[in-house]
């Protein structure tokens, strides 16, 4: 209970100590069940901290509950997952605590990966590939065929005198890989708004898991990519792993 206010050292300490018995409950918990685990309070920016610690001790994954809510909780929760997401250097693991399935022998059984025919959308199948090996997944290839008359004015133009492709065309190659590596796959090619297409594909495809590929863009390349992992971040109703790529311009 932290209900002494009588100075900001007193109730900072008091915080602290709320924090270190929690973490060492949690700690306690995960022992219990076999698991190596450790944790200590820190203070300051949450998300400049987190990145500071994870540069420090360099893990494989973060993983981090978030959600869509609005108010206090969203500044609390919902904006530090999308700092990590500009800044975080390993794959960061979301998952939308109220939508945890309790049945764990199906989890990730199918995983989406949202592909742009872009090197930087691509940077994603590594880890993909790994996940699915590991929890003997289905790979679910998703192409959006953006659909220029729902984007900006600004950026119509720009779009529209992009070279022409077969968005399904986009996919082959990656298709060819899976199989040549003995991975299962489904390929879709989704028309409309990037995020809005992808989520609605979510809840209709039975997805366990969406992995995809973010990075620092601006312009034309980050309205077709940048800005679509943290929109499916905010509103995701399954887990989110993305994976932050930088490439030279």
Same mark, same amino acid.
């Given at each position: /209970?932290?209900?002494? /206010? ?19 409950? @949690? ?43 609005? #108010? @206090?909780?969203?500044?609390?929760? #919902? ?24 049945? =764990? ?6 995983? =989406? ?11 994603? =199948? ?17 192409? @959006? ?59 209709? #495809? ?37 994976? /932050? ?5």
């Amino acid at each position: /209970r932290l209900e002494d /206010r009588s100075s900001p050292e007193s109730y900072l300490s008091a915080r602290l100590h709320h924090a270190r018995l929690h973490l060492e409950r @949690v700690a306690g918990e995960l022992a219990a069940a076999g698991f190596k685990a450790n944790g200590h309070p820190v203070m300051g920016s949450t998300a400049s901290r987190l990145v500071e610690l994870i540069q420090k001790h360099k893990p494989q994954i973060v993983a981090m509950t978030t959600h869509g809510r609005t #108010g @206090v909780s969203r500044v609390l929760r #919902g904006s530090v997952a999308e700092r990590l997401l500009r800044h975080c250097p390993v794959p960061l693991m979301m998952i939308n605590p109220d939508r945890i399935d309790a049945d =764990l022998s199906t989890i990730f059984k199918r995983i =989406l990966v949202p592909l742009d025919g872009s090197e930087r959308s691509a940077a994603i =199948l590594p880890l993909a590939k790994s996940l699915a090996r590991r929890f003997e997944s289905t790979i679910v290839l998703a192409h @959006v065929d953006i659909d220029i008359s729902n984007v900006p004015t600004d950026l119509a133009g720009t779009l529209a005198a992009l070279p022409e492709s077969n968005p399904a065309q986009l996919l082959e190659p990656t298709e060819r890989e899976l199989s040549d590596e003995g991975l299962p796959w489904e390929s879709k090619v989704l028309k409309g708004h990037a995020a809005d297409r992808l989520l609605a594909f979510i809840e209709e #495809g039975d997805i366990d898991l969406v992995a995809m590929s973010s990075h620092g863009s601006t312009g034309v390349e980050r309205f077709l990519l940048g800005s679509v992992a943290e929109s499916v971040l905010r509103r995701c109703p399954v887990p989110l792993v993305v994976e /932050r790529h930088s490439f030279a311009e």
